[in-house]
């Protein structure tokens, strides 16, 4: 195998990607509001269930304020297909409730105009928003130069060894950041060709190493080799 450092191994398997999935266009499937309240909703919950909850949610309440406004055990039966909704009901109507008296209306578009650091600050301070959910959305929807760092991209670049063992998704944040060109679209194409990977090929369990284009820079499938 190939000796390279980190960022050399990085950017590597990241042209290798590029290559392998073709370079994407950014493009944001929600305006950013649905963006934030659907990221919350999808944390340990299938996309299939995320969109299910929210429209559920939207279908119930038809408005931000009615659903800031309800019962939060209506809400927690809206939003049911969605694993843990008795945590992120309350979630949801906290940050609608922060939203709104702060801005005066449902409504993060403003977020465009910040520094990507006030920005990321002001969203990790909502309650339940990590950096998975205020990385996502700052790429997505207003194009801020940020890596979000879901399961699967956390996956595959721990097992390449761009990552050690122990680092948690959170710190995998700045870690990979720091290896890549701060450049939006850059950044982009790295998430979402390694979700990509992450649910195609180094699946969590049977990773289909044998069709993987990145087994030759890759900790994990070197050492199974020696098995």
Same mark, same amino acid.
């Given at each position: 195998?190939?000796?390279?450092?980190?960022?050399?191994?990085?950017?590597?398997?990241?042209? !290798?990607?590029?290559?392998?999935? *073709?370079?994407?266009? %950014?493009?944001?499937?929600?305006?950013?509001?649905?963006?934030?309240?659907?990221?919350?909703?999808?944390?340990?919950?299938?996309?299939?269930?995320?969109?299910?909850?929210?429209?559920?949610?939207?279908?119930?309440?038809?408005?931000?304020?009615?659903?800031?406004?309800?019962?939060?055990?209506?809400?927690?039966?809206? !939003?049911?297909? #969605?694993?843990?909704?008795?945590?992120?009901?309350?979630?949801?109507?906290? !940050?609608?409730?922060? %939203? !709104?008296?702060?801005?005066?209306?449902?409504?993060?578009?403003?977020?465009?105009?910040?520094?990507?650091?006030?920005?990321?600050?002001?969203?990790?301070?909502?309650?339940?928003? *990590?950096?998975?959910?205020?990385?996502?959305?700052?790429?997505?929807?207003?194009?801020?130069?940020?890596?979000?760092?879901?399961?699967?991209?956390?996956?595959?670049?721990?097992?390449?060894?761009?990552?050690?063992?122990?680092?948690?998704?959170?710190? #995998?944040?700045?870690?990979?950041?720091?290896?890549?060109?701060?450049?939006?679209?850059?950044?982009?194409?790295?998430?979402?060709?390694?979700?990509?990977?992450?649910?195609?090929?180094?699946?969590?369990?049977?990773?289909?190493?044998?069709?993987?284009?990145?087994?030759?820079?890759?900790?994990?499938?070197?050492?199974?080799?020696?098995?």
């Amino acid at each position: 195998m190939t000796t390279l450092d980190a960022t050399q191994k990085t950017v590597l398997v990241h042209e !290798i990607l590029n290559q392998h999935y *073709g370079i994407q266009e %950014i493009y944001a499937r929600l305006d950013p509001m649905h963006e934030l309240i659907a990221t919350v909703l999808s944390h340990r919950t299938t996309h299939a269930n995320e969109v299910a909850a929210f429209r559920r949610m939207r279908e119930r309440f038809g408005s931000w304020e009615a659903i800031r406004d309800a019962p939060v055990d209506e809400l927690t039966d809206a !939003i049911q297909t #969605a694993n843990y909704p008795e945590v992120k009901a309350p979630y949801i109507q906290q !940050i609608l409730t922060r %939203i !709104i008296a702060e801005r005066g209306e449902a409504n993060i578009d403003f977020l465009r105009d910040m520094s990507t650091e006030d920005a990321l600050t002001w969203l990790t301070a909502l309650p339940g928003v *990590g950096p998975k959910t205020s990385t996502l959305l700052l790429l997505f929807n207003f194009r801020k130069p940020v890596l979000p760092v879901d399961t699967h991209v956390h996956r595959v670049t721990q097992r390449l060894g761009i990552i050690g063992p122990k680092v948690s998704p959170e710190k #995998a944040h700045a870690i990979l950041l720091a290896y890549l060109p701060q450049d939006a679209l850059v950044l982009y194409n790295f998430h979402k060709h390694f979700y990509w990977h992450g649910q195609r090929v180094c699946t969590w369990s049977y990773p289909k190493c044998h069709q993987c284009v990145l087994r030759e820079y890759c900790d994990y499938y070197a050492e199974r080799q020696k098995r």
